[in-house]
């Protein structure tokens, strides 16, 4: 029955304006004319929202007074901020998990300079032939490809580059500062704005997941670090 049908589609946080306006009317136009439902049974969400009322469904949480949800992508990440189970304010700042892959200011095409590039490049080898033409030729001046892609590249087949317990061994430290800013950057946006400290903070995005992949052993610290951050801000 399309008249008990809703149809919920999602956007990222940067969407905004004209740009949404579009993209709301080709979805409310479509869904018309294509299933018969009306435009007021069309819902638009923010992708950094929709995680939190599925964590909320799951009953993962039981504070609703204050919370965070911190969406990390690969460009950017995303903060919804929640009381009493209703969207307060958001924002998005250009600071996902790329820049960890990136090389800093350094932007020229071809840059190497990445640490975690530097460090393992001659490391990482694949008995797979395939993977290691294809590793050698992106680290090659030819492909173009930068550290972000290369890095990618080795996490994507990280079953063959043994990758990830290098990251934990070595880079341990640089996801925990970049864990740290965001659990900052977002306690100062908080504060600035008179809102309340947030009693629960969550995490999605695939740039998170950095968090169960690399520091999944430290979550008490991760919290103790949450905490120190936001005792001091409020």
């Known amino acids: 029955d399309v008249n008990q049908t809703k149809i919920v589609w999602f956007r990222p946080l940067s969407f905004r304006g004209s740009l ?20 007021s049974q069309v819902l638009c969400l923010s992708e950094s929202e ?23 992508g690969g460009g950017s990440t995303d903060m919804v901020c929640f009381n009493n189970n209703k969207p307060r304010f958001a924002n998005s700042v250009h600071f996902g998990c790329d820049v960890l892959w990136g090389n800093g200011y350094n932007q020229f ?30 680290k090659s001046t030819d492909s173009g490809s930068s550290t972000k892609d290369i890095i990618n590249f080795w996490i994507d087949n990280a079953n063959e580059s043994h990758v990830v317990s290098l990251l934990k061994q070595y880079f341990r ?15 100062k ?17 695939n740039g998170s997941k ?25």
């Open 20 to 39: 949404k306006d579009i993209f709301e009317e080709i979805w409310k136009n479509a869904s018309s004319e294509i299933l018969g439902i009306p435009s």
């Open 50 to 72: 929709a995680p939190y009322y599925y964590y909320s469904k799951k009953g993962t949480f039981k504070a609703i007074e204050s919370v965070a949800l911190i969406d990390i």
């Open 109 to 138: 095409v071809g840059a190497k300079d990445n640490g975690i590039f530097q460090k393992f490049q001659d490391i990482i080898k694949f008995e797979d032939a395939d993977l290691a033409r294809l590793n050698e030729y992106m």
């Open 173 to 187: 430290p640089v996801f925990l500062y970049h864990y740290a800013s965001i659990i900052y950057y977002l306690a």
């Open 189 to 205: 946006m908080i504060k600035s704005i008179g809102e309340r400290c947030p009693q629960t903070i969550l995490f999605s995005g």
């Open 210 to 234: 950095y968090i169960d992949g690399f520091l999944h052993s430290e979550h008490h610290v991760l919290e103790l670090l949450a905490n120190v951050i936001l005792d001091k801000e409020f």
